[in-house]
């Protein structure tokens, strides 16, 4: 790798674009199967939520090959709505191993030691990253999507291994802090219903 400290995100990953919609036949919540991550499993936090996730038959899961995911990878929202879905991004970890990326998402996999995938999932989300790639979205009424080539010119900045370790470790932590702080929000959300309702029994 050449000495310069910013590179185009393609020399330092492999960028995929996941299967079409066709590949993905009988994709269902009810399905015994292998998950799918698509945008609406991703949340604030960069993780993969799988309560609701959608799978596909192990039989068309194996036609699939190419779209598997593994630890370290990314997975990113090409097509969504403009300060909405798009641009959300999530690191796979071991649960996530084995599992596929949907046709709303890109996978970005590093090819090089030099850049941490946990520093990279957050220099993606900085503000004048995030806008600067989006932007190029192909747009239409409802849904943006973003071309490929649109991430893989992307300039990255990266610092020493020590810096990247620094920057993705405090990060991490406030979004470790972040969840915990909605999880009690809607833990004394469900209580206040609840209180409400015991308070008010004898009104309805």
């Known amino acids: ?3 310069s400290r910013t590179h185009r995100l393609i020399d330092l990953c492999e960028i995929a674009s996941g299967p079409s919609g066709q590949q993905l036949e009988g994709l269902s919540a009810s399905l015994e199967g292998v998950p799918v991550v698509s945008p609406p499993d991703l949340t604030a936090e960069h993780k993969v939520d799988a309560h609701n996730i959608k799978r596909v038959s192990t039989g068309t899961a194996a036609g699939l090959e190419r779209f598997r995911l593994r630890r370290g990878d990314l997975v990113y ?3 969504g709505t403009p300060g909405g ?3 959300l991004r999530a690191l796979v970890g071991p ?3 084995t599992w596929l990326f949907g046709a709303a998402c890109l996978r970005i996999r590093p090819t090089t030691e030099a850049i941490l995938p946990e520093y990279l999932l957050h220099y993606l989300g900085h503000p004048l990253v995030h806008d600067a790639i989006t932007s ?3 747009r239409s009424q409802a849904v943006w999507t973003l071309p490929s080539q649109a991430l ?3 300039p990255i900045f990266v610092p020493p291994l020590e810096r990247q370790r620094t920057i993705a470790g405090a990060l991490n932590e ?3 802090q972040i969840e ?3 999880q009690l929000i809607a833990k004394h959300q469900a209580f206040r219903s609840g209180l409400l309702t015991d308070l008010l029994s004898d009104a309805f």
């Open 174 to 176: 406030i979004d470790t």
């Open 77 to 79: 929202v090409r097509q």
């Open 1 to 3: 790798m050449p000495p």
């Open 180 to 182: 915990a702080h909605r």
């Open 152 to 154: 893989a010119t992307a």
């Open 95 to 97: 649960a996530e191993a």
């Open 85 to 87: 879905t798009l641009g």
């Open 136 to 138: 190029q979205a192909n």
